[in-house]
Structure formats: structure tokens, C-alpha cells
């Protein structure tokens, strides 16, 4: 998506990264950039905009629910893969191994 205007963060950098800017993910210099097209950039801002509804609006309904240990330990187990290096499988880490 893009607005048709130049500016100096293109609009599908800032999309593509805007889950990294609502969950305060990046560095503040990336986050001053962000912010300065959502000024200057419409389309952007109500995308922006909408994002954060929706995940307001998920924390708020799903924000209670306890994750299975076993399932956090896998994710947990993943990202310390991905962390270290190292080769990540393919598969589903949500997947039962009973079930495939």
C-alpha cells in the first residue's frame, strides 16, 4: 500500500514494520521515523489506527487467558533458537507430536 505522496520512510516499510511499533519493538530512532510519516502520511495513520483497536480490543477479551506451559515452552524453545543461530524447523511448534 502507498499513498502516492514521497516521503522519507516509503509507506510499506512502516506497514510492514508496524506490529514492531505498537509493541514498542524497535529503536527509537525507527520509532521518530514512524511517527513522523503517520503525520505526514493519512492512509498510514488510520491503518496505525486501526491496529492498535484491534489489539487493544484483544487484550482486552484474551488478556486473562493463561497459555499452556508446554505450549509457551515451546515458543520460548524456538525463539532461543532463532536467537542463538541455529537451524529452526519448519513444523508447527503449536502442533501435537500425537497428531502430526
Known amino acids: 500500500m502507498s499513498c502516492g505522496e514521497p516521503h522519507e520512510t516509503d509507506c510499506s516499510e512502516v506497514l510492514d514494520h508496524l506490529y514492531e511499533f505498537l509493541d514498542h519493538e524497535m529503536p527509537d530512532s525507527d520509532c521518530t521515523k514512524f511517527e513522523t510519516h503517520f503525520g505526514e502520511c493519512n492512509p498510514c495513520l488510520e491503518k496505525y489506527g486501526l491496529e492498535q483497536a484491534v489489539k487493544k480490543l484483544v ?19 524456538r525463539i532461543e533458537l532463532i536467537r542463538s543461530g541455529q537451524a529452526v524447523p519448519e513444523h508447527d511448534v503449536t502442533a501435537d507430536p500425537a497428531t502430526g
Open 59 to 77: 487484550k482486552r477479551c484474551c488478556g486473562s487467558d493463561d497459555v499452556p506451559t508446554d505450549l509457551r515452552s515451546k515458543v520460548m524453545g
